[in-house]
């Protein structure tokens, strides 16, 4: 039996989460989803100056709203310092580390003369091989193979090949005993067992350097597979430019987070030419296999579309949730005896968003409608008082309200009056919305219910006898 994919996603809490983190997030969750794997969450909170509590919170809202779970976790670099500082040991015991005194002014000289040189900036083994102890102001390194290869077998870029000459004893721990991000990262990565590491490719040049330090502790290597950074339009790295950057700003804005795993997951990783999927089929269909070399392109239209498709492709109940918020953000208050799941179905085929959605349904709330003037001069005249008159009594001796029952009312009316069913189609939307733009009128009475369907019918046909007055007294 082969062993449990364990992956892992290892924020640094230093911002929100943003697109390229949340994608690589996604990609190693639905990795472990897709093979009964595990899912591990790390905070690397290592960096005290930058990280922050709010930063930390942030992340696991945005993890929260994607619906990305984790299995083990979050476990947090600051609470295991001890056992970074036991590996240190390991590593120096072993002779796979060695304190060093360079003093930042030497590697300083080092680093300039590097670059006059057009030589990369380098360690140059200075206290390699002194056999130094600890002291003040010493850091440790990890002395590196100084000859040979070091090779990332990785799995979406193939086999890439470091010479170790260009590489150097990198720092593992600091002055003050804290471990480098190298160190930390390989110590966690080997005890919580992570066997596949997927991450951006800005992380390529660290990777030969974490694999010696596997070897130097004597792990197995985990996979890894390194995806292309997102681009934006104009193929430079993603960035605040290009739009909101934030995971969360996309919930604020109206956005379905089944929409936004859609998306993510199409910035690097195809199934054929298919665009829509659903979160059961991503998990489904994931794989390393089609996670692509070259770099996803963020076009915001898109992901707009697939939001209208997502929310269409929804149910009324799992929408409501995500809508009410907004409604809130409107001033409205969903009541129990309110109809939330009619109001969603009549505007989801036309909601691009939930923000959209949520103006959209303003109408359906409120205690009067507001006429939007162009609408009222156009379709609210004298002409209609008659044909509002007979719709108001029709619907009063109604005894059901379903779209069927209205419809058969209203073609009755339209034969005996001769009117066109746009003739009056029109001023009833008006008189029930304020607007000419809404669901269908059927739908839409069904959901308004009869109560509030009859009292905006009166205020409409009430304003079109007073206008209608006021015009007689003018002639
Ligand atoms: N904390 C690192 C980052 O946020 C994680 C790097 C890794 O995946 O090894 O970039």
Redesign the pocket.
Known sequence: MTDKIIT?????PTGYLHLG?AR?ALFNWLYARHTGGRFVLRI?DTDTQRSTQASVDAIFEALEWLGIDWDEGPFFQSERIDVYRENIRRLVETGHAYYCTCSPDRLEQMRKSAMESGGKPKYDGTCREKGLGPGPGSVIRFKAPLDGTTVVADRIRGHIVFQNSELDDFVIARSDGMPT?NLA?VVD?ITMKINT?I??D??IS?TPK?IQLYQALGAELPVFGHVPMVLGHDRTRLSKRHGAMSVTAYRDMGYHPDAMINFLVRLGWSHGDQEFFTRDELIEKFNLEHIGKSAGVFNPEKLLALNAEHIRAASEASLAPHLIPFLQNTGITVKPGDDLNGVIKTLKPRSKTFAEMADAAAFYFAETVVYDEAAAKKFLTPAIAGPLRQIVDALKQAENFDEATLEAIFTKILADSGLKFGKIAQPVRVALTGKTVSPGIFEMIEVLGKQKTLSRLEQAYAFVTVSAAGEENLT
């Open positions: 892992r996603f290892p924020p640094s983190g690589t690397e991000y990262v990565d590491i991450r951006g800005d992380h660290n974490q």
